[in-house]
Protein backbone atom coordinates (compact mmCIF):
# COMPACT_ATOMS: atom_id res chain seq x y z
CA UNK A 1 0.00 0.00 0.00
CA UNK A 2 2.50 2.59 0.98
CA UNK A 3 4.43 1.93 -3.00
CA UNK A 4 0.77 2.75 -4.73
CA UNK A 5 0.51 5.71 -2.34
CA UNK A 6 3.59 6.88 -3.41
CA UNK A 7 3.37 5.78 -7.37
CA UNK A 8 0.06 7.85 -7.45
CA UNK A 9 1.94 10.75 -5.47
CA UNK A 10 4.35 10.48 -8.40
CA UNK A 11 1.88 10.33 -10.68
CA UNK A 12 -0.19 13.58 -9.33
CA UNK A 13 3.72 15.07 -9.54
CA UNK A 14 4.36 14.46 -13.16
CA UNK A 15 1.14 15.05 -14.27
CA UNK A 16 1.76 18.82 -13.48
CA UNK A 17 5.51 18.89 -14.10
CA UNK A 18 4.01 17.97 -17.96
CA UNK A 19 3.32 21.46 -18.37
CA UNK A 20 6.22 24.17 -17.86
CA UNK A 21 5.22 27.00 -19.48
CA UNK A 22 1.74 27.05 -17.56
CA UNK A 23 4.05 26.79 -14.80
CA UNK A 24 6.53 29.88 -15.71
CA UNK A 25 3.20 31.48 -16.59
CA UNK A 26 1.48 30.74 -13.05
CA UNK A 27 5.58 32.22 -11.43
CA UNK A 28 4.50 35.18 -13.45
CA UNK A 29 1.39 35.65 -12.29
CA UNK A 30 1.85 35.41 -8.63
CA UNK A 31 4.69 37.17 -8.63
CA UNK A 32 2.86 40.21 -10.63
CA UNK A 33 0.16 40.34 -7.80
CA UNK A 34 3.32 40.04 -4.97
CA UNK A 35 4.15 43.21 -6.15
CA UNK A 36 0.67 44.69 -5.81
CA UNK A 37 -0.53 43.65 -2.96
CA UNK A 38 3.04 44.00 -1.23
CA UNK A 39 3.21 47.58 -2.57
CA UNK A 40 -0.85 47.93 -0.66
CA UNK A 41 0.20 46.49 2.53
CA UNK A 42 3.25 49.23 2.62
CA UNK A 43 0.73 51.86 1.63
CA UNK A 44 -1.13 50.74 4.95
CA UNK A 45 1.87 50.84 7.01
CA UNK A 46 2.53 54.28 6.02
CA UNK A 47 -0.27 55.62 7.88
CA UNK A 48 0.54 53.02 11.02
CA UNK A 49 3.44 52.01 12.50
CA UNK A 50 1.48 48.14 13.42
CA UNK A 51 -1.40 45.99 12.85
CA UNK A 52 -2.29 43.70 15.45
CA UNK A 53 0.81 41.73 15.20
CA UNK A 54 2.06 42.74 12.25
CA UNK A 55 4.94 45.65 10.87
CA UNK A 56 5.64 46.19 7.46
CA UNK A 57 8.24 43.53 6.85
CA UNK A 58 5.96 41.43 8.34
CA UNK A 59 3.49 42.75 6.14
CA UNK A 60 5.68 42.10 3.33
CA UNK A 61 7.02 38.81 4.09
CA UNK A 62 3.19 37.37 4.28
CA UNK A 63 2.90 38.84 1.08
CA UNK A 64 5.55 36.49 -0.31
CA UNK A 65 4.52 33.69 1.28
CA UNK A 66 0.90 33.63 0.47
CA UNK A 67 2.32 33.85 -3.17
CA UNK A 68 4.11 30.86 -2.90
CA UNK A 69 1.80 28.60 -1.18
CA UNK A 70 -0.84 29.45 -3.55
CA UNK A 71 -0.92 27.01 -5.99
CA UNK A 72 0.48 24.61 -3.09
CA UNK A 73 -2.12 24.90 -0.90
CA UNK A 74 -4.64 25.54 -3.53
CA UNK A 75 -8.15 26.37 -1.67
CA UNK A 76 -10.05 26.87 -4.98
CA UNK A 77 -10.70 25.64 -8.45
CA UNK A 78 -10.21 21.70 -8.35
CA UNK A 79 -13.42 19.91 -9.01
CA UNK A 80 -11.84 16.23 -10.03
CA UNK A 81 -14.03 14.54 -8.40
CA UNK A 82 -17.07 15.99 -8.59
CA UNK A 83 -16.61 16.10 -12.48
CA UNK A 84 -15.99 12.20 -12.26
CA UNK A 85 -18.99 11.90 -10.39
CA UNK A 86 -21.17 14.02 -12.98
CA UNK A 87 -19.93 12.18 -15.60
CA UNK A 88 -20.52 9.08 -14.22
CA UNK A 89 -16.92 7.93 -14.55
CA UNK A 90 -16.56 7.29 -10.74
CA UNK A 91 -18.21 3.62 -10.99
CA UNK A 92 -15.03 2.91 -12.77
CA UNK A 93 -12.81 4.32 -9.73
CA UNK A 94 -14.73 2.37 -7.43
CA UNK A 95 -13.90 -1.07 -8.99
CA UNK A 96 -9.74 -0.23 -8.42
CA UNK A 97 -8.76 -2.30 -5.48
CA UNK A 98 -7.60 0.88 -3.66
CA UNK A 99 -9.92 3.79 -1.00
CA UNK A 100 -11.28 6.59 -3.67
CA UNK A 101 -9.90 9.19 -0.69
CA UNK A 102 -7.16 8.04 -0.48
CA UNK A 103 -6.21 7.59 -4.36
CA UNK A 104 -6.97 11.29 -4.79
CA UNK A 105 -5.38 12.36 -1.59
CA UNK A 106 -1.92 10.80 -3.02
CA UNK A 107 -2.33 12.55 -6.32
CA UNK A 108 -2.95 15.84 -4.41
CA UNK A 109 0.32 15.37 -2.33
CA UNK A 110 2.03 15.17 -5.58
CA UNK A 111 0.82 18.24 -6.96
CA UNK A 112 1.77 19.88 -4.15
CA UNK A 113 4.90 18.95 -3.78
CA UNK A 114 5.65 20.12 -7.81
CA UNK A 115 3.83 23.38 -6.99
CA UNK A 116 5.70 24.14 -3.83
CA UNK A 117 9.14 23.71 -5.61
CA UNK A 118 8.71 25.50 -9.21
CA UNK A 119 5.26 27.67 -8.27
CA UNK A 120 6.31 28.28 -4.43
CA UNK A 121 10.25 29.18 -3.94
CA UNK A 122 10.58 31.38 -7.52
CA UNK A 123 8.37 34.25 -6.57
CA UNK A 124 9.02 34.50 -2.84
CA UNK A 125 13.00 34.46 -3.98
CA UNK A 126 11.98 37.64 -6.39
CA UNK A 127 10.09 39.15 -3.34
CA UNK A 128 13.27 38.62 -0.91
CA UNK A 129 15.40 40.44 -3.84
CA UNK A 130 12.78 42.82 -4.09
CA UNK A 131 11.84 43.99 -0.59
CA UNK A 132 12.86 43.56 2.49
CA UNK A 133 11.57 40.16 3.80
CA UNK A 134 12.06 38.21 6.50
CA UNK A 135 13.61 35.09 6.65
CA UNK A 136 13.96 32.54 9.23
CA UNK A 137 17.27 31.86 10.17
CA UNK A 138 16.14 29.31 12.98
CA UNK A 139 16.21 25.87 11.37
CA UNK A 140 13.69 24.93 13.38
CA UNK A 141 11.16 27.74 12.53
CA UNK A 142 12.20 25.66 8.73
CA UNK A 143 11.13 22.55 9.75
CA UNK A 144 7.89 23.84 11.67
CA UNK A 145 7.03 25.95 8.63
CA UNK A 146 7.60 22.35 6.56
CA UNK A 147 5.16 20.58 8.88
CA UNK A 148 2.41 23.20 8.63
CA UNK A 149 2.40 23.58 5.07
CA UNK A 150 1.97 19.63 4.77
CA UNK A 151 -0.87 19.48 7.47
CA UNK A 152 -2.21 22.70 5.02
CA UNK A 153 -2.55 20.55 2.34
CA UNK A 154 -4.18 18.09 4.36
CA UNK A 155 -7.16 20.30 5.50
CA UNK A 156 -6.74 21.99 2.42
CA UNK A 157 -7.52 18.76 0.10
CA UNK A 158 -9.83 17.46 2.90
CA UNK A 159 -11.93 20.58 2.28
CA UNK A 160 -12.26 20.41 -0.97
CA UNK A 161 -13.03 16.66 -1.56
CA UNK A 162 -15.78 17.07 0.85
CA UNK A 163 -17.76 19.80 -1.03
CA UNK A 164 -16.62 17.92 -4.50
CA UNK A 165 -19.06 15.06 -3.19
CA UNK A 166 -22.35 17.59 -3.53
CA UNK A 167 -22.07 16.06 -6.72
CA UNK A 168 -23.80 13.12 -5.21
CA UNK A 169 -26.55 14.87 -4.56
CA UNK A 170 -26.69 18.23 -6.83
CA UNK A 171 -27.08 18.01 -10.59
CA UNK A 172 -24.91 21.17 -10.50
CA UNK A 173 -22.13 21.49 -7.93
CA UNK A 174 -20.89 24.64 -8.98
CA UNK A 175 -23.01 26.46 -6.65
CA UNK A 176 -21.62 24.87 -3.35
CA UNK A 177 -18.11 25.29 -4.91
CA UNK A 178 -18.15 28.49 -5.13
CA UNK A 179 -19.92 29.15 -1.47
CA UNK A 180 -17.07 26.92 0.04
CA UNK A 181 -14.08 28.54 -2.32
CA UNK A 182 -15.72 32.30 -1.07
CA UNK A 183 -15.56 31.05 2.58
CA UNK A 184 -12.08 29.53 2.28
CA UNK A 185 -10.14 32.27 0.19
CA UNK A 186 -11.66 34.88 3.05
CA UNK A 187 -11.37 33.33 6.13
CA UNK A 188 -8.17 31.31 5.17
CA UNK A 189 -5.67 34.56 5.18
CA UNK A 190 -5.18 34.38 1.33
CA UNK A 191 -6.67 37.97 1.10
CA UNK A 192 -4.98 39.83 3.75
CA UNK A 193 -3.74 38.91 7.18
CA UNK A 194 -6.22 37.83 9.74
CA UNK A 195 -4.34 40.08 12.02
CA UNK A 196 -6.06 42.76 10.03
CA UNK A 197 -9.72 41.65 11.02
CA UNK A 198 -11.62 43.00 13.93
CA UNK A 199 -11.14 41.14 16.47
CA UNK A 200 -14.41 39.43 16.70
CA UNK A 201 -13.89 38.25 13.33
CA UNK A 202 -9.93 37.59 13.36
CA UNK A 203 -11.24 35.00 16.75
CA UNK A 204 -14.03 33.56 14.37
CA UNK A 205 -11.68 33.28 11.87
CA UNK A 206 -9.56 31.01 13.96
CA UNK A 207 -12.68 28.89 14.73
CA UNK A 208 -13.27 27.87 11.70
CA UNK A 209 -10.91 25.01 9.22
CA UNK A 210 -9.42 27.96 7.20
CA UNK A 211 -7.06 29.25 9.16
CA UNK A 212 -5.08 26.47 9.06
CA UNK A 213 -4.57 26.34 5.45
CA UNK A 214 -2.66 29.42 4.72
CA UNK A 215 -2.62 31.68 7.60
CA UNK A 216 -1.00 29.41 10.02
CA UNK A 217 1.95 28.49 8.51
CA UNK A 218 2.36 32.06 7.60
CA UNK A 219 2.21 32.99 11.07
CA UNK A 220 5.01 29.77 11.39
CA UNK A 221 7.12 31.55 8.99
CA UNK A 222 7.24 35.08 10.83
CA UNK A 223 7.96 33.32 14.70
CA UNK A 224 4.70 34.62 15.61
CA UNK A 225 4.41 31.15 17.58
CA UNK A 226 6.66 29.79 19.34
CA UNK A 227 6.70 27.18 21.96
CA UNK A 228 3.63 26.52 23.68
CA UNK A 229 1.78 28.61 21.32
CA UNK A 230 3.26 26.51 18.06
CA UNK A 231 2.65 23.05 19.65
CA UNK A 232 -0.95 24.69 19.62
CA UNK A 233 -1.19 25.30 16.21
CA UNK A 234 0.80 22.79 14.41
CA UNK A 235 -2.27 20.49 17.12
CA UNK A 236 -5.27 23.30 15.61
CA UNK A 237 -4.31 21.84 12.32
CA UNK A 238 -3.77 18.46 13.13
CA UNK A 239 -7.34 18.28 14.49
CA UNK A 240 -8.86 19.86 11.58
CA UNK A 241 -7.07 17.81 8.74
CA UNK A 242 -8.33 14.91 10.68
CA UNK A 243 -11.91 15.95 11.68
CA UNK A 244 -12.30 16.98 7.85
CA UNK A 245 -10.72 13.45 6.49
CA UNK A 246 -12.86 12.02 8.90
CA UNK A 247 -16.12 13.87 7.74
CA UNK A 248 -15.03 13.53 4.26
CA UNK A 249 -15.35 9.35 4.61
CA UNK A 250 -18.37 9.34 6.33
CA UNK A 251 -20.39 11.62 3.69
CA UNK A 252 -18.31 9.50 0.70
CA UNK A 253 -19.93 6.57 2.47
CA UNK A 254 -23.51 8.20 1.76
CA UNK A 255 -22.95 9.05 -1.35
CA UNK A 256 -21.69 6.10 -2.28
CA UNK A 257 -25.27 4.64 -0.77
CA UNK A 258 -27.08 7.08 -3.16
CA UNK A 259 -25.57 6.35 -6.21
CA UNK A 260 -26.13 2.51 -5.44
CA UNK A 261 -30.28 3.40 -5.21
CA UNK A 262 -29.96 5.59 -8.44
CA UNK A 263 -28.16 2.77 -10.12
CA UNK A 264 -30.98 0.31 -9.36
Given at each position: ?P?????L???????????????????????????????????????????????????V????????????????????????????D?????????????Y?????????????????????????????????????V??????????????????????????????????????????????????????????????????L???????????????????????????????W????????????????????????
Amino acid sequence: MPRLFFELARRGYRRYAAYPGATWAGVFTNTFFGFLLAYILLAVFRERETVGSYDARDAVTYVWVAQGMLMTIYIWGWYEVALRVQSGDVATDLQRPLDLQAYWLAQDLGRAAYHAVFRGIPPFLVGAIAFDVLVPRDPRVWLAFVVSVVLAVLVSFAFRFLFNLAAFWLLDYRGVGMLAITASTFFSGQIVPLAFFPHWLEVLAWGLPFASMVQAPIEVFLGHAEGVELAGLLALQTFWAAALLLLGRVVLAAGLRKLVIQGG
